[in-house]
């Protein structure tokens, strides 16, 4: 069956950097598009980043140029490396594969001074 593990969230100061990890299994990874949502208490679930099979990624505007979405396929897991965090940052982030709707568990990534 399929599995997303979402790991690395935690309490970071603003400007601090955290980098999350999604560990997959039961489904062929090198072919699935994967991607990062998060969800802020009280406001919808929105996309952060995608990277595709072929390691294209994209990002919502509000992470441009501060967040990372990379991909191991030999270890079947995807990444976001989050640098320069703001407090609107703070959410549960969530890992998930565009190819068939699944999603993990999510993550709390807390930015507070």
């Known amino acids: 069956q399929v599995q997303l593990v979402e790991s690395g969230g935690g309490l970071v100061q603003p400007g601090g950097s955290l980098r999350l990890s999604c560990a997959a299994s039961g489904f062929t990874f090198s072919s699935s598009t994967m991607a990062w949502y998060r969800q802020a208490p009280g406001r919808q679930r929105e996309w952060v980043a995608v990277i595709s099979h072929r390691y294209i990624p994209n990002y919502a505007d509000s992470v441009k140029g501060r967040f990372t979405i990379s991909r191991d396929n030999a270890r079947n897991t995807v990444y976001l490396q989050m640098n320069s965090l703001k407090p609107e940052d703070t959410a549960v982030y969530y890992c998930?594969?565009?190819?068939?709707?699944?999603w993990g568990q999510g993550t709390q990534v807390t930015v507070s001074s």
């Open positions: 998930y594969r565009n190819n068939g709707d699944n």
